[in-house]
């Protein structure tokens, strides 16, 4: 059973960071994509950025770009999520997630589609 934990949300005020972390259990972490995707209130759930499992590839979504980097070690099965210049706009609940396969094509990794496990989600709200 493969678990996705998700941790480092907090509050923050705008221009300010913050560091989200994703521990995964329960199968070989290194052979696996990772990806996070945000929801914030009362619009659609969103790409944020996606990592391949040798850390080589790294995809974001447009508005995060040149501000989120997203990481992982494959020693410790943790993937992270380094937010700098953070804006009011990034407020959200973030989730970690992880696909079934090992066999994802890095043009999929923005749909959540591809992705079959969830994390249960860190709040991270920015202040203006």
């Known amino acids: 059973q493969v678990q996705l934990v998700a941790s480092g949300g907090g509050l923050v005020q705008a221009g300010g960071s913050l560091r989200l972390s994703c521990a995964a259990s329960g199968r070989t972490f290194s052979n696996y994509a990772m990806g996070w995707f945000r929801r914030a209130p009362g619009k659609e759930q969103e790409f944020v950025a996606a990592?391949?499992?040798?850390?080589?590839?790294?995809y974001y979504a447009d508005s995060v770009k040149g501000r989120f980097t997203i990481s992982r070690d494959n020693a410790k099965n943790t993937v992270s999520l380094q937010m700098n210049s953070l804006k009011p706009e990034d407020t959200a609940v973030y989730y970690c997630?992880?696909?079934?396969?090992?066999?994802?094509?890095?043009?999929?990794?923005?749909?959540?589609?591809?992705?079959?496990?969830w994390g249960q989600g860190t709040q991270v709200t920015v202040s203006s």
């Open positions: 990592v391949d499992w040798s850390s080589v590839s790294t």
């Open positions: 997630a992880a696909p079934s396969t090992t066999q994802t094509l890095g043009v999929n990794l923005g749909a959540s589609s591809t992705y079959r496990y």
